[in-house]
């Protein structure tokens, strides 16, 4: 899959812009900002094609499986992750690891006047983040319906901020030409099995290392610790169903992987600043919760 991110001029009908497997659909535009659908169909093994950011970008994977490349490292990404664009820069993505059924993204794209204007003229570091749950929540919430007033701008601001502070913390992978397979393989196993009672044993079994290499490889290869990746995927996992589902918050915290209420609720507010029953009740996570210390 490709995000070639359209200029904010372009007209509605973006899809003569990309390659026949792909598919973008505008949801929402404000000031020196769009938002965009991305639906892409390519099968495993596509051959990948270079191609440009035409402007700065934020990705949300919202579901499916690549490979992204650019000149600042590379990385598989899957749901939950961030993809990172910098205007002008090249890269590519292709589709080594995915199942076939291809890939849906949801892509935030800034002007240069906006950047200049409003956020200053950084550069991305990095080529992505993993995942975020207040910036998926943000997303979630512009993509449920949030086109009132000055909903995209404010969300913009908070989903910038939350990405600097992770870069800030390096939370990002180490540039590199390719991820470390080992890591990859631990980080897929904990995507796949979030809501078991994993174990690091049980984890570094499945990459082939032992407990303290994997604590070792995975930080510098995926940018955040076992442990909080872990807690990430829940997380994600929870904010789907509160979302999605009418399911008691008891059952959404141990459907999502915790052994303990009272454990859910505290990295939920941790991560959220409100409880599961506020979000839910509010229907999307509101810009200014999501931004509460990004700047510290």
């Known amino acids: 899959m490709s995000l070639p991110c359209p200029t904010l001029h372009d007209t509605d009908d973006v899809d003569d812009l990309v390659a026949p497997e792909r598919r973008y659909r505008p949801l929402q535009s404000g000031t020196g900002l769009r938002l965009l659908h991305c639906q892409c169909r390519a099968v495993q093994g596509e051959p990948p094609v270079d191609e440009e950011h035409l402007q700065c970008s934020i990705t949300l994977v919202d579901r499916g499986r690549f490979t992204y490349r650019t000149r600042t490292g590379g990385a598989v990404l899957g749901p939950g992750w961030l993809m990172l664009g910098n205007a002008g820069d090249g890269y590519a993505c292709s589709h080594e690891d995915c199942d076939g059924s291809g890939d849906d993204c949801t892509v935030l794209s800034m002007s240069a006047a906006m950047l200049d204007g409003t956020l200053g003229a950084e550069r991305f570091t990095h080529a992505c983040l993993p995942p975020l749950p207040r910036v998926a929540g943000l997303f979630r919430g512009l993509d449920d319906g949030g086109e009132e007033g000055f909903a995209l701008e404010e969300a913009a601001l908070a989903i910038v901020a939350q990405v600097r502070r992770a870069l800030g913390d390096e939370e990002a992978p180490a540039p590199a030409p390719r991820q470390d397979e080992r890591a990859r393989a631990a980080a897929h196993c904990i995507e796949t099995r979030s809501a078991e009672a994993l174990t690091l044993d049980d984890v570094a079994h499945a990459a082939g290392l032992s407990p303290f290499h994997l604590l070792r490889v995975f930080r510098r290869a995926i940018g955040v610790t076992p442990h909080q990746y872990l807690i990430r995927q829940?997380?994600?996992?929870?904010?789907?169903?509160?979302?999605?589902?009418?399911?008691?918050?008891?059952?959404?915290?141990?459907?999502?992987?915790?052994?303990?209420?009272?454990?859910?609720?505290?990295?939920?507010?941790?991560?959220?600043?409100?409880?599961?029953?506020?979000?839910?009740?509010?229907?999307?996570?509101?810009?200014?919760?999501?931004?509460?210390?990004?700047?510290?």
């Open 234 to 296: 829940r997380l994600m996992h929870a904010l789907h169903l509160l979302r999605d589902t009418r399911r008691p918050v008891t059952d959404v915290a141990y459907d999502s992987g915790w052994a303990d209420l009272s454990n859910f609720n505290r990295a939920f507010r941790r991560e959220f600043g409100c409880s599961p029953r506020t979000l839910r009740g509010e229907a999307k996570l509101h810009p200014a919760d999501a931004s509460r210390g990004a700047l510290a």
